[in-house]
Nanobody
Framework: QVQLVESGGALVQAGGSLRLSCAAS????????MGWFRQAPGKEREFVAA???????YYADSVKGRFTISRDNAKNTVALQMNSLKSEDTAVYYC?????????????????WGQGTQVTVSS
């Protein structure tokens, strides 16, 4: 497993932007497929964005066109740029990593998780 630490969560007004970052303690970070999930109060954890093993980026329909996932293998980090934030984006955001094959959009495919960072969007 790899240790993951998220940062960047904050309180922001609707329409604003935030950039979340996730630092990984892996010697071979490039061997991990990375993703972001979120969990709002009273709701189940849901997929936000992820890289496939081939390096393609995929997004939930609810964030497509507003969020961008990126990674820097030299720095062992993955980021989530969030623009045009809406109140419904309010959630705890989690970074996740996987070394095995599986569906990028399913949380069960990931074997390492960060502790989460809170994003609150005020309307």
């Amino acid at each position: 497993q790899v240790q993951l630490v998220e940062s960047g969560g904050a309180l922001v007004q609707a329409g604003g932007s935030l950039r979340l970052s996730c630092a990984a303690s892996a010697r071979t970070f490039s061997n991990y497929a990375m993703g972001w999930f979120r969990q709002a109060p009273g709701k189940e954890r849901e997929f936000v964005a992820a890289f496939s093993w081939g390096g393609s980026a995929y997004y939930a329909d609810s964030v497509k066109g507003r969020f961008t996932i990126s990674r820097d293998n030299a720095k062992n980090t993955v980021a989530l740029q969030m623009n045009s934030l809406k109140s419904e984006d309010t959630a705890v955001y989690y970074c996740a990593a996987r070394r095995t094959s599986g569906r990028y959009g399913e949380s069960s495919s990931y074997d390492s998780w960060g502790q989460g960072t809170q994003v609150t969007v005020s309307s």
